[in-house]
């Protein structure tokens, strides 16, 4: 069974600097993209970008290039959310998500639970 | 950047009746759109991908149609578990943007 474990809820404070990670099980973790997906506070969806955790190729959103990156370490199985600096805006649920393939035409396929970062003083 | 249009921004309809969302995007996108749903507290899950095609696992009372810029999403025979927000994302190209959602209420 395919599975995305991201890490727990994290209160930050504006300036600190966070790493949400998603742990993927159930399938060969090199071979398929992970995307990650903002949502902030009762809003919709925002693609922040992919990376591939064979060889961590990464693509970012224009939206969130040089704001946050991607990381893979392939012997846990595990991708990273990095952001620094972080600000009240940056509160938001962060999910990852696995792809079958990047590029036009993809989708979605398997969610991570989401990860709450409230960011506040 | 493509923008996505979707509609209504929310609805409410009663067990049984059938209801259909929109989707509209700012340039031809072929069938490269996906729909999703979220429940509260909850992550988003795929329906349908590549305009039209069911994923495995959902009910077939969710159906998708369109292509070039209009889409749609019907969901017919109404259950109260379809009450969630539903959401359209085109992968035609990058940044794979989503709609900004619909909340559907079953009264």
């Known amino acids: 069974e395919v599975q995305l474990v991201q890490s727990g809820a994290e209160v930050k404070k504006p300036g600190e600097s966070l790493k949400v990670s998603c742990k993927a099980s159930?399938?060969?973790?090199?071979?398929?993209?992970i995307a990650w997906v903002r949502q902030m506070p009762g809003k919709g969806l925002q693609w922040m970008g992919s990376?591939?955790?064979?060889?961590?190729?990464?693509r970012y959103s224009p939206s969130f290039q040089g704001q946050v990156t991607f990381s893979v370490d392939k012997s846990i199985n595990t991708t990273y959310l990095h952001k620094s600096g972080l600000e009240a805006s940056d509160t938001a649920i962060y999910y990852c998500?696995?792809?079958?393939?990047?590029?036009?035409?993809?989708?979605?396929?398997?969610w991570g639970q989401g990860t709450l970062v409230p960011v506040s003083s | 950047d493509i923008q996505m249009t979707q509609s209504p921004s929310s609805l409410s309809a009663s067990v049984g009746d059938s209801v259909t969302i929109t989707c509209r995007t700012s340039?031809?996108?072929?069938?490269?759109l996906n729909w999703y749903h979220q429940k509260p507290g909850k992550a988003p899950k795929l329906l349908i991908f590549a305009a039209s095609r069911l994923q495995t696992g959902v009910p077939l009372r969710f159906s998708g149609s369109g292509s070039g810029t209009d889409f749609t999403l019907t969901i017919s025979s109404l259950q109260l578990e379809d009450s969630a927000t539903y959401f359209c994302?085109?992968?035609?190209?990058?940044?794979?943007?989503f709609g900004l959602g619909t909340k559907l209420e079953i009264k």
């Open positions: 340039q031809r996108i072929s069938t490269y």
């Open positions: 998500a696995r792809l079958p393939f990047y590029g036009s035409g993809s989708r979605y396929e398997y």
């Open positions: 990376v591939y955790p064979g060889d961590s190729e990464t």
């Open positions: 994302q085109q992968t035609y190209s990058a940044p794979y943007d």
């Open positions: 159930g399938y060969t973790f090199s071979n398929f993209w």
